[in-house]
């Protein structure tokens, strides 16, 4: 007995249906860093420089797409894995361009871009060699920042160190990953701040 031309249209449309809802996956979730939560006030603390041209960071290309890497330390530390469904809502190195920006002003640091400085202003160059959720086992993590600062005034370099931070994942997925690197990339902030006091920025 043939169908009803009219119920053939019906099961084609919900095969159509059927078939679209199957090849959507998850839906990704997106992380950042929070909001930068206050600085505890100091007593008339001055700044470690006045004011100080921060460049955005630079990195290996894996650091300017918006995917989350892990490593297995426990399995194979040379290999690099992408979480499958979760994501950055930025490039990690724009992430951390603008957290240490926001640490540095923080501070009483007046923050300008290389595009707003004057010349002859001191400059911070950030290289970061290393950004990444590190597995212990499989239900311990830390989130590891390793990076290099240049401060330059003109074309003179005035000091460069290597500065590495790491910090436990509250929890052994995206979200603990994304926490501990939070707090890894502020704590780098706070040991960046130090260290610009000790030097004679300021001084041709």
């Known amino acids: 007995m043939p169908i009803p031309r009219h119920f053939s249209a019906l099961i084609l449309a919900a095969a159509f249906l059927l078939g679209g809802c199957a090849s959507r996956g998850p839906v990704p979730t997106f992380y950042d860093f929070g909001p930068a939560a206050p600085q505890a ?5 001055a700044p470690a420089v006045p004011v100080l041209v921060i460049a955005d960071a630079n990195g290996p290309s894996w650091l300017d797409s918006q995917r989350m890497y892990y490593r297995l330390l426990y399995a194979d530390a040379q290999q690099s ?24 002003a923080q501070s009483g640091v007046k923050v300008l871009s290389t595009t707003d400085a004057a010349a002859g202003m001191p400059l911070l160059r950030i290289d970061v060699d290393d950004f990444s959720q590190n597995f212990d086992t499989q239900t311990h993590s830390s989130g590891h920042v390793s990076l290099r600062a240049s401060v330059f005034r003109g074309h003179r370099l005035i000091d460069q ?9 509250g929890s052994a997925d995206a979200q ?9 990339s502020d704590a780098i902030a706070t040991d960046l701040l130090t260290w610009l006091g000790t030097l004679n920025i300021t001084k041709e």
């Open 176 to 184: 603990g990953g994304a926490q501990a690197l939070a707090a890894a």
């Open 161 to 169: 160190k290597t500065f590495s931070r790491s910090g436990p994942a």
């Open 81 to 104: 894995r992408p979480y499958a469904y979760n994501r950055w809502n930025t490039p990690p190195l724009q992430l951390l361009s603008q957290r240490l920006k926001t640490r540095i």
């Open 41 to 45: 006030a100091t007593q008339a603390a």
